[in-house]
C-alpha cells in the first residue's frame, strides 16, 4: 500500500526543510529543452491530424492519472472514472504508425515535429543517455527496456540493466494505458537518475519492455514525470520529490520557460534571466496529484467569463483544454468565434482580431499572446484561425481546465514541492 502519511507527511517532512521563503533564485541547474513544434503546419494552416493525435495521447493520460489516483487514495476524484479511451480514427492511426525501416530514416527528422519539450537524462553507472518528454501532467519515468523488441522500441534508446552497477530489480511491474489499448508496459527497477548534474539514487522507474504504438513516430524514448508523489502509478516518489528529500537540489523548485528559442527546464530554483518581477505562488493540495491551483477567473478582454477554476498545469499538453459548456461560453464573448466543423472541439476566430484571453487567480491577468493563442489558419486563404483551447470532456468535471503549452509559453512557471505551491512570473 501508499498509505496518504507516507505520500504527503513524509513530503513535507523532507522538503520543507529545502523551501525557500518566497521563492527566491538560488543555485541550481539548467536542462536546454527542445522546442515543441505546433500544431501549425509550414504551410500556416492548422494540422489537424497533429491535432487529434495530441488530443488522443492527452485523454489516455488523464484517464491513467485518474485511474491511478482512485486506486492510490481509495477513491474518486471526477465524477466517473469509467471514461472510455480515446480512439484514433483509423486513417490517422495508419499514418502515425510508421513501418520499422521508415522509422529509422525519419528518427532524426522526426526530432523537429515532436509533441514534448524534451532534454536528456541519464540512468545508471555508467549513465545510459535518454532523450525524455518532462511532463508535469504525469509522476512516473520510464524509458524503453533493451528487452523491448516491439516495433515501437526502434530506434529509441533503450536501457540494458546488466551494464549499470546500480541497477536494481524491484518486485512488482508498471503498466500505463495510453492509447487505443496501447499500454507502457515492463518490470520496475531502481537505478541512479541524473538531470543535468542533479543526480539521485534508487529513483524507481519502468523500463519498458511494451510500448504503445502511438510511441513510435515520437521521437522521445520516454517519459519523465513531474507530478505529485500520490499521482504515480509505480507509487513511488517521482524524481523531483527525490532530489529534494536527497538534498540533491537546495531549493525543492523547478521551473520551466517554454519558447522558440532557449527553452528550458531549472532544477533547483529559479532561472532570474528569464523572468522580471515577483514570482506569484497559488497553493496546490498534493492530495489531488497535480500542480493544480484553484480559484481561477478566465477573462475575455475584461469581461470574466468563468470564476472559481482548478486548473492543472500541464507540461506535456499542446494546447487548453476545458469542459465543453465552459469553452463554449468563453468563445461566446469573442467576436466571430465558431466551432470549428473540421476538428471536434476546436473553435476558430476572425484571424485579425484575436481575442485576449486571460486566467487569473487572484493576482495578476496572465494573458494568452496573440500568437499562442492561435494555432494556424482554418484552411489554406481563410480569414479565420484557430484557436488554442478546445473543448474536451476528461472527466475531471466542469471546472477544471488543462493549461498546457498554450498557456505556459506566457509567462515563467515555477513548481514549488516544499511548500506546495506553482507560481508564474512575466517573462524577461
Ligand atoms: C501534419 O502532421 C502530420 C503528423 O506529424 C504530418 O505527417 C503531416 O505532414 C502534417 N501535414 C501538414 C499539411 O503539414
Ligand atoms: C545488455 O548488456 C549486456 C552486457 O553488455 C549484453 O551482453 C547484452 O546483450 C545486452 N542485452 C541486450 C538485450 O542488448
Ligand atoms: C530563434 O532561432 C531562429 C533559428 O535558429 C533564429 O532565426 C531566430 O532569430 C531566433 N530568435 C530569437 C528571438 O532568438
Given at each position: 500500500?501508499?498509505p496518504?502519511?507516507?505520500?504527503?507527511?513524509g513530503?513535507?517532512l523532507a522538503?520543507?526543510?529545502v523551501?525557500?521563503?518566497?521563492?527566491e533564485?538560488?543555485?541550481?541547474?539548467t536542462?536546454?529543452l527542445?522546442?515543441?513544434s505546433?500544431l501549425?503546419?509550414a504551410?500556416g494552416?492548422?494540422?489537424?491530424?497533429?491535432?487529434?493525435a495530441?488530443?488522443?495521447?492527452t485523454?489516455?493520460k488523464?484517464?491513467?492519472?485518474r485511474?491511478?489516483?482512485?486506486?492510490?487514495?481509495g477513491?474518486?476524484?471526477?465524477?466517473?472514472?469509467g471514461?472510455?479511451?480515446a480512439?484514433l480514427?483509423a486513417?490517422l492511426e495508419s499514418?502515425?504508425?510508421?513501418?520499422?525501416?521508415?522509422?529509422?530514416?525519419?528518427?532524426l527528422?522526426?526530432?523537429?515535429s515532436?509533441?514534448?519539450?524534451a532534454?536528456?537524462?541519464?540512468i545508471g553507472?555508467?549513465g545510459?543517455p535518454?532523450?525524455?518528454d518532462?511532463?508535469?501532467g504525469?509522476a512516473d519515468?520510464?524509458?524503453?527496456s533493451s528487452s523491448c523488441?516491439?516495433?515501437?522500441c526502434?530506434g529509441k534508446?533503450?536501457?540494458?540493466?546488466?551494464k549499470?552497477?546500480t541497477?536494481?530489480?524491484?518486485?512488482?511491474?508498471?503498466s500505463i494505458?495510453y492509447?487505443?489499448?496501447?499500454?507502457?508496459?515492463g518490470?520496475?527497477y531502481?537505478d541512479?537518475?541524473?538531470v543535468a548534474?542533479?543526480t539521485?539514487?534508487?529513483?524507481?522507474?519502468?523500463?519498458a519492455t511494451?510500448?504503445?504504438?502511438?510511441?513510435?513516430t515520437d521521437p522521445?524514448?520516454?517519459?519523465?514525470?513531474?507530478?505529485?508523489p500520490?499521482l504515480s502509478?509505480?507509487r513511488k516518489f517521482?524524481?523531483f520529490a527525490?532530489?529534494a528529500?536527497?538534498e540533491?537540489?537546495?531549493?525543492?523548485?523547478?521551473?520551466?520557460?517554454?519558447?522558440?528559442?532557449g527553452?528550458?527546464?531549472?532544477?533547483g530554483?529559479?532561472?532570474?534571466t528569464?523572468?522580471?518581477?515577483k514570482v506569484?505562488?497559488?497553493?496546490?493540495?498534493?492530495?489531488?496529484g497535480?500542480?493544480?491551483p484553484t480559484?481561477?477567473k478566465?477573462?475575455v478582454?475584461?469581461?470574466?467569463?468563468?470564476t472559481?477554476l482548478?486548473?492543472?498545469i500541464?507540461s506535456?499538453?499542446?494546447i487548453?483544454?476545458?469542459?465543453?459548456a465552459?469553452?463554449q461560453q468563453?468563445?461566446?464573448a469573442v467576436?466571430?468565434?465558431?466551432p470549428?466543423?473540421?476538428?471536434?472541439g476546436y473553435y476558430?476566430?476572425?484571424?485579425?482580431?484575436p481575442p485576449?484571453?486571460?486566467?487569473n487567480?487572484?493576482g495578476?491577468?496572465?494573458?494568452?499572446?496573440?500568437?499562442?493563442?492561435?494555432?494556424?489558419?482554418a484552411?489554406?486563404d481563410s480569414?479565420?484561425?484557430v484557436?488554442a483551447?478546445?473543448?474536451?470532456?476528461?472527466?475531471?468535471g466542469?471546472?477544471v481546465f488543462i493549461?498546457?503549452?498554450?498557456f505556459?509559453?506566457?509567462v515563467y512557471?515555477?513548481?514549488?514541492m516544499?511548500?506546495?505551491?506553482v507560481?508564474?512570473?512575466?517573462l524577461?
Amino acid at each position: 500500500m501508499f498509505p496518504r502519511a507516507d505520500l504527503l507527511l513524509g513530503i513535507a517532512l523532507a522538503l520543507s526543510v529545502v523551501s525557500p521563503a518566497t521563492g527566491e533564485s538560488a543555485a541550481g541547474t539548467t536542462i536546454p529543452l527542445r522546442k515543441r513544434s505546433s500544431l501549425t503546419g509550414a504551410d500556416g494552416v492548422f494540422n489537424q491530424s497533429k491535432a487529434v493525435a495530441a488530443t488522443h495521447r492527452t485523454v489516455n493520460k488523464h484517464r491513467q492519472n485518474r485511474i491511478t489516483l482512485q486506486e492510490n487514495r481509495g477513491h474518486l476524484i471526477g465524477r466517473d472514472s469509467g471514461i472510455a479511451p480515446a480512439s484514433l480514427p483509423a486513417d490517422l492511426e495508419s499514418r502515425l504508425v510508421p513501418r520499422a525501416e521508415k522509422h529509422q530514416l525519419e528518427a532524426l527528422t522526426e526530432l523537429e515535429s515532436g509533441r514534448e519539450w524534451a532534454g536528456t537524462i541519464t540512468i545508471g553507472t555508467p549513465g545510459q543517455p535518454f532523450l525524455v518528454d518532462f511532463d508535469t501532467g504525469s509522476a512516473d519515468l520510464w524509458v524503453p527496456s533493451s528487452s523491448c523488441t516491439g516495433l515501437p522500441c526502434t530506434g529509441k534508446s533503450k536501457y540494458n540493466a546488466t551494464k549499470s552497477s546500480t541497477s536494481l530489480k524491484q518486485s512488482g511491474s508498471f503498466s500505463i494505458l495510453y492509447g487505443d489499448g496501447g499500454t507502457v508496459s515492463g518490470p520496475v527497477y531502481s537505478d541512479t537518475v541524473t538531470v543535468a548534474g542533479v543526480t539521485v539514487k534508487n529513483q524507481f522507474f519502468g523500463p519498458a519492455t511494451a510500448l504503445s504504438p502511438d510511441f513510435a513516430t515520437d521521437p522521445i524514448d520516454g517519459i519523465f514525470g513531474l507530478a505529485l508523489p500520490i499521482l504515480s502509478k509505480i507509487r513511488k516518489f517521482p524524481f523531483f520529490a527525490n532530489a529534494a528529500a536527497q538534498e540533491s537540489v537546495r531549493v525543492s523548485q523547478f521551473s520551466f520557460y517554454l519558447a522558440d528559442n532557449g527553452s528550458e527546464l531549472y532544477l533547483g530554483g529559479t532561472d532570474p534571466t528569464k523572468y522580471t518581477g515577483k514570482v506569484e505562488f497559488h497553493n496546490v493540495d498534493a492530495y489531488e496529484g497535480y500542480w493544480q491551483p484553484t480559484g481561477a477567473k478566465v477573462k475575455v478582454g475584461s469581461g470574466t467569463i468563468l470564476t472559481k477554476l482548478e486548473t492543472i498545469i500541464d507540461s506535456g499538453s499542446t494546447i487548453i483544454y476545458g469542459d465543453p459548456a465552459a469553452i463554449q461560453q468563453i468563445y461566446a464573448a469573442v467576436p466571430g468565434a465558431q466551432p470549428f466543423e473540421e476538428a471536434k472541439g476546436y473553435y476558430t476566430f476572425p484571424c485579425d482580431s484575436p481575442p485576449v484571453i486571460s486566467f487569473n487567480w487572484g493576482g495578476k491577468d496572465w494573458e494568452i499572446s496573440a500568437d499562442n493563442v492561435n494555432l494556424g489558419l482554418a484552411a489554406v486563404d481563410s480569414p479565420d484561425c484557430v484557436a488554442a483551447l478546445a473543448a474536451l470532456d476528461l472527466g475531471f468535471g466542469p471546472d477544471v481546465f488543462i493549461l498546457g503549452d498554450a498557456f505556459m509559453r506566457n509567462v515563467y512557471s515555477v513548481f514549488d514541492m516544499g511548500r506546495e505551491a506553482v507560481g508564474f512570473a512575466a517573462l524577461a
